[in-house]
Nanobody, 124 residues
């Protein structure tokens, strides 16, 4: 079993930046692909970004492409999401997730482990 813990959320103005982190614990010997999802109030959870175990392959939702960057540091066992040029529509609870395979997927139902979420609020 794997436990995930997100951090780094907060309140920023339009155009600001935040960096989210995700620290897994538990069974961390497997080479998991990782992803970020978000869920705004009253809306469904949506895919944001994903990264392969090696970090060589990434994929982004069109809504965040060019503004967000997903990365990982396997030596530190930490996943990151750098968010720049934030917009009010980015306001949501952000979740990190782990996929029990080394390749990426955008499908939330293929992820096996989820964090508790961290709130990101962007004011206009």
């Amino acid at each position: 079993q794997v436990q995930l813990a997100e951090s780094g959320g907060g309140l920023v103005q339009t155009g600001g930046s935040l960096r989210l982190s995700c620290a897994p614990s538990g069974s961390t010997s497997n080479r998991y692909a990782m992803g970020w999802f978000r869920q705004a109030a009253g809306k469904e959870r949506e895919f944001v970004a994903a990264i392969s175990w090696s970090g060589s392959t990434t994929y982004y939702a069109d809504s965040v492409k060019g503004r967000f960057t997903i990365s990982r540091d396997n030596a530190k066992n930490t996943l990151y999401l750098q968010m720049n040029s934030l917009k009010p529509e980015d306001t949501a609870v952000y979740y990190c997730a782990a996929h029990e395979q080394s390749w990426i997927t955008t499908n939330d139902y293929e992820y096996n482990y989820w964090g508790q979420g961290t709130q990101v609020t962007v004011s206009s």
